[in-house]
Structure formats: structure tokens, C-alpha cells
């Protein structure tokens, strides 16, 4: 195995994957996406509002369409109050107390309308108000989207040219290695650590007495007993 080739192959190789991060974790990139996740929120919210508001139009339709049933029957019991005078006192007072009983329950029915509507109104006021401050950020948002835009085609084509370059370099690695250095890479970055003083400086863990003597007494790469990286001794 080659690890001084593989080894100025990382260079170009790390130096690519952590410029790609960095173009993820962009500040500009996290505010995007911070007033994106906001704009989302007030749209589930102005639409969870819509829904609540349609069902209290509903509620109060129903309530309307009982209060005029009441005042029917309210009225038709107050056209049998007429010929009051025919009637024994315990049916007067029954009557009497049925038309309080209507009239109980109309104004109830009128007051439940009058709280919806009440509730409704609010919350098309809330609706008003999410649209203003959604329109505010969706305003910021494009603004900032405009610059990031222009920011992440550069970034792109930086990512690119140390992308290739690493590619360029990987084209004289031998392919087993190449290989071997991605497997390593998958539960270790950088998969290559230098031997400096009888210690991994990936997890700098001091090497055993076999492992030291087996680095001088092979050929082969070998790797570090703690963290499974390959041991490059420049020497």
C-alpha cells in the first residue's frame, strides 16, 4: 500500500468534505431555513384557524336554524294564550311555564351566537395578523434567498474544483486501497493518522509494544489498535 499517495489524497479528499459542510451549515443557509420552518408554522396555523372558523359558522348556522324553530313554537303557544280565559288555572300555568321554557332556550341559542361570532371575529383579526407577519418574513425570506442563491453557485463550483482535483488524485491510488481508505472512512475521518512518538494522533492513544514492532518488521499498512485507522509514519 501507497499511504504517502493515500495519504496526499485525504488532503484533497477531507478539504472537499469539509468545505461541503460548511456550505450545509452556512449561516445564511440555517436563516433560510429557520424563516422557511416559520412561514410553514403560520400557514398550518392560519389554516387550522380557517378550519376552526368554518366549524363555529357551522355551529351557529344550526343554532339559528333551532332559535327560529323555538320562536315558531313560542309564537304558535302564544296564539293558544289567546282564549286564556277558557282555560283552568293548572293549565295556564303550564303554558305559562312551557313559553318561559322557550324563551330560555331561544336566548340561550341567541347568547351561544353571539359568543361564536364574538370567536369568530378574533380569530379572523388572528388570521389578519399571521398574514402580516408571514408576509414580513416570506418578504425577508426572498430578499436573503436572492444573495444565498448567488453565494451557493460560487460555493458550488469551489466544491466542485476540490471534488475533481481529489478525483484526479484518487485516479493514481491503486483500487484496493481506495478501497480499503472509503471502509475505514465509513466509522473513522480521517481514516489515515500519522505515528508521531509511538501515539495515533487520531485518537492519540499510545500503541502497543506489538503493534510498534509490527509497523517496522511489515511492509504492509497497518492500523491502530484503538480506533482502526491507518498509521502513516512519514519515516
Known amino acids: 500500500m501507497n499511504l504517502a499517495a493515500l495519504w496526499n489524497y485525504m488532503q484533497y479528499d477531507i478539504e472537499a468534505d469539509k468545505f461541503r459542510i460548511e456550505m450545509s451549515n452556512s449561516e445564511k443557509r440555517k436563516k433560510l431555513q429557520k424563516q422557511a420552518d416559520y412561514i410553514k408554522e403560520q400557514q398550518a396555523r392560519f389554516a387550522k384557524i380557517e378550519a376552526d372558523i368554518q366549524q363555529m359558522d357551522e355551529r351557529s348556522a344550526k343554532c339559528k336554524e333551532e332559535a327560529e324553530r323555538l320562536c315558531k313554537l313560542f309564537d304558535e303557544m302564544s296564539a293558544a294564550l289567546s282564549g286564556i280565559e277558557n282555560m283552568e288555572s293548572e293549565e295556564i300555568t303550564q303554558k305559562l311555564q312551557g313559553a318561559q321554557r322557550l324563551l330560555n332556550a331561544i336566548e340561550a341559542c341567541e347568547k351561544e351566537m353571539n359568543g361564536l361570532k364574538s370567536e369568530a371575529d378574533s380569530a379572523e383579526r388572528g388570521q389578519v395578523e399571521i398574514k402580516r407577519r408571514a408576509a414580513k418574513v416570506k ?29 484526479k488524485q484518487a485516479e493514481t491510488l491503486d483500487k484496493a486501497d481506495l478501497e480499503r481508505y472509503k471502509q475505514i472512512k465509513q466509522h473513522c475521518t480521517p481514516p489515515i493518522a500519522k505515528l508521531v512518538n509511538n501515539q495515533c494522533t487520531g485518537c492519540f492513544m499510545t500503541l502497543s509494544v506489538g503493534t510498534l514492532r509490527e509497523i517496522k518488521a511489515s511492509s504492509e499498512a497497518i492500523t491502530c489498535d484503538n480506533c482502526g485507522r491507518l498509521l502513516y509514519s512519514a519515516d
Not at 142 to 166: H, T, W
Open 139 to 167: 418578504s425577508e425570506y426572498d430578499a436573503l434567498k436572492k444573495e444565498y442563491d448567488v453565494e451557493f453557485a460560487q460555493d458550488k463550483q469551489k466544491l466542485k474544483a476540490l471534488r475533481d482535483e481529489a478525483d
